[in-house]
């Protein structure tokens, strides 16, 4: 094949889609605590109504909203007080035209009411008397039965990452344990001679690992249990022997590092020898990323990733976590957290590839400023500095200070 013969990532991200399995890695039912950022392995509808009863959303009055028309503070409304509804009890009483029930926030509405007069607006001259100085509109502060969630809905489906709400609304319906797509297992390996362990001082040409920290924390935060096989120096048959390993005992490997053309960059080789020449691209028309690679060894899917950190993360943000997502089952159509903001000065970009700008957040007089944050791609200090990415599109020769840009966002601004 040729080398560095660069596709767009566009075709890339096709070409990743096409050669994955569909179907995702089995199917586990977990306890409701343990199913944040699980993915839904089916349909979830509520059992019964919820709420399931109507409700107050305030401290007030159950009344008859038409007995209220006209009220003000000069010409208050009086209205009978018959009871009162207790928290967690059925509602005992029947309001009928001329009565009021005194209720609580959650309190159970009686019959016959079908609005409340929040306190504020209200005053007693006895135990026994209301005076309404304000009017209420039929199932103003009400929570209707059902409103929330009708029975039989579906109300959480197939597919989708369960968020904090996701889980308050399981609860709600009474639903204690939830059947999820299993964890993808995902195995990471650095190469590169210079390479050491982040608990070593460098010496000479020596570099930390940096891309087995990055990149596990990417798949961690994506639900993946991410399995680390060491640094591999620039030897054929280690990383031939680490990558059979790992691609035996996970279902997708990353390999950073090793992924260009030179005599020790040995990743091209393996894929074609273990996967009998399925490597489907080597190079990619994005900066950073050129140097990528993908492959198929059997039914596992094998990213070989730029050495430089910004370039590794990158990558995986825009290729691999696609396809992490599509083998967790989760659906597609959810985009991440973006804003648009203004940018701040002029970037140029080479028509014919993607560029990834990093940009850092700042709200001002009313609007989100992007900031761009440059540097080269071997520079982790560039992603830490950065809230976001700006996608410049290969059609595109640049931007523009001024321009209107659509941010990813990589954290809280």
């Given amino acids: 094949m040729d080398f560095f013969n660069c596709i767009s990532l566009r075709t890339a991200q096709g070409l990743v889609a096409d050669a994955l399995s569909v179907s995702p890695t089995g199917v586990e039912e977990v306890d409701l605590i343990q199913a944040l950022g699980r993915v839904v392995a089916e349909d979830i509808s509520a059992g019964s109504d919820l709420p399931p009863f109507s409700r107050s959303t305030v401290d007030g009055y159950a009344v008859l909203s038409r007995d209220t028309f006209g009220a003000g503070e000069g010409v208050p409304v009086m209205l009978a007080v018959v009871g009162e509804v207790l928290m967690g009890q059925s509602a005992e009483y029947s309001v009928v035209p001329g009565q009021a029930v005194v209720i609580p926030t959650g309190g159970m509405l009686p019959a016959g009411a079908d609005a409340v007069v929040m306190l504020e607006y209200t005053e007693c001259s006895d135990n026994e008397t209301l005076l309404v100085l304000k009017p209420v509109a039929p199932g103003e502060n009400v929570v209707v039965k059902g409103e929330d969630i009708k029975a039989g809905t579906v109300f959480i489906t197939a597919g989708s990452k369960l968020t904090a709400a996701e889980i308050g609304a399981l609860a709600a319906c009474g639903i204690a344990k939830v059947k999820v797509f299993g964890r993808l297992t995902v195995g990471v390996i650095s190469t590169g001679d210079e390479v050491v362990a982040v608990d070593v001082v460098p010496v000479g040409g020596q570099v930390r690992d940096i891309n087995s920290y990055t990149l596990g924390a990417m798949l961690a935060e994506t639900d993946c249990q991410v399995r680390y096989y060491g640094i591999i120096k620039d030897n054929y048959e280690k990383l031939r022997q680490a990558i059979i390993k790992a691609v035996t005992e996970t279902k997708l490997v990353l390999v950073s590092g090793g992924s260009s053309v030179g005599a020790r960059d040995h990743t091209v080789r393996v894929i074609e020898e273990l996967g009998q020449q399925r490597v489907m691209f080597h190079g990619l028309a994005v900066k950073p990323g050129k140097p990528t690679i993908f492959g198929m060894i059997g039914q596992v ?113």
């Avoid at 709200?363 to 520079?379: D, I, M, N, Q, T």
């Fill in 301 to 413: 899917p094998v990213f070989g990733l730029p050495g430089h950190p910004v370039a590794a993360m990158t990558v995986c943000q825009s290729l691999v976590i696609p396809a992490v997502k599509k083998m967790h089952g989760l659906r597609t159509g959810k985009a991440g957290i973006q804003v648009l903001a203004k940018l701040t000065r002029n970037i140029a970009s080479a028509p014919g590839r993607d560029d990834f700008l990093r940009v850092r957040l700042v709200w001002r007089e009313g609007e989100y400023l992007a900031e761009p944050v440059l540097g080269k791609s071997g520079l982790i200090s560039v992603m830490t500095q950065a809230d976001g990415i700006v996608r410049i599109s290969a059609e595109s020769s640049g931007l523009y200070a001024g321009d209107v840009v659509n941010v990813e966002v990589m954290r809280e601004a």
